[in-house]
């Protein structure tokens, strides 16, 4: 019921966060256009539907589009048909439709190759028991997470097995905020905070009286920490 959604939209802001939804058939777009939703997620089962797929991309709206199933000809048509409709943002989540997934499975190293490919930002929809999966995707230019979340794995449902606890959910957020962080740029510049530690590198000292003019040999030097010399 509408008074529901409200009631959801009002605590989602309250936490800043995005809300929207998933459409499965036609009749679901014209339902959600009430909502002014601001994106749309494609479902893996829905990522061969072209027809759903050129409604959504008419609403002008960015499109999260999960690749579960889809060989690599099914995704071009989708992105393809995605961009001659209207859709100027769509984000590729990499998908393996297991439930729960095994890390074996994943093949985390098709997230580069789907940017490259496709030239758009890539995700992945993460179906695994852990969060291991989703912090290296985040290291190999993952940039949006999805991750089925419960409050209570009690509470028995066809997700239940593999989605994530809220403590669960909060160390997701951390380590992916902490990878992405960790990459930074190819650079060897020293960091500010370095340069306290930069004391105690060698510096070369004199161990020998000598006077002007004497011969500096091996002996009369000695490389000693810290670096005050």
Not at 116 to 143: I, M, P, Q, R, W
Not at 201 to 220: C, E, H, M, N, P
Request: glycine share 6%; aromatic share 10%.
């Amino acid at each position: 019921p509408w008074s529901w959604h409200k009631k959801i939209f009002k605590e989602a802001k309250k936490l800043g966060l995005q809300y929207f939804s998933t459409p499965f058939d036609l009749s679901a777009i014209e339902f959600l256009k009430q909502f002014n939703l601001p994106i749309y997620k494609v479902a893996s089962f829905e990522n061969t539907d072209i027809r759903l797929i050129k409604l959504l991309a008419k609403t002008i709206k960015p499109i999260i589009n999960s690749l579960g199933l889809a060989t690599i000809g099914q995704i071009e048509e989708a992105v393809y048909t995605a961009r001659k409709n209207g859709c100027k943002k769509i984000v590729l989540l990499k998908c393996t439709r297991d439930y729960p997934a095994k890390a074996k499975d994943t093949n985390l190293n098709s997230i580069e190759f789907l940017k490259k490919k496709f030239k758009c930002e890539v995700g992945l929809s993460d179906h695994t028991t852990t969060n291991t999966a989703s912090v290296v995707a985040t290291t190999l230019g993952a940039t949006l997470i999805e991750k089925h979340f419960i409050l209570d794995r009690n509470d028995k449902g066809p997700d239940s097995s593999f989605s994530i606890m809220p403590d669960e959910l909060e160390m997701l957020c951390k380590e992916t905020k902490d990878a992405w962080l960790s990459l930074g740029h190819a650079g060897y510049e020293r960091k500010k905070a370095e340069e306290a530690n930069a004391k105690f590198r060698r510096s070369i000292y004199f161990v020998k009286a000598l006077k002007a003019g004497d011969i500096i040999t091996k002996d009369s030097i000695r490389r000693i920490r810290p670096g005050f010399g």
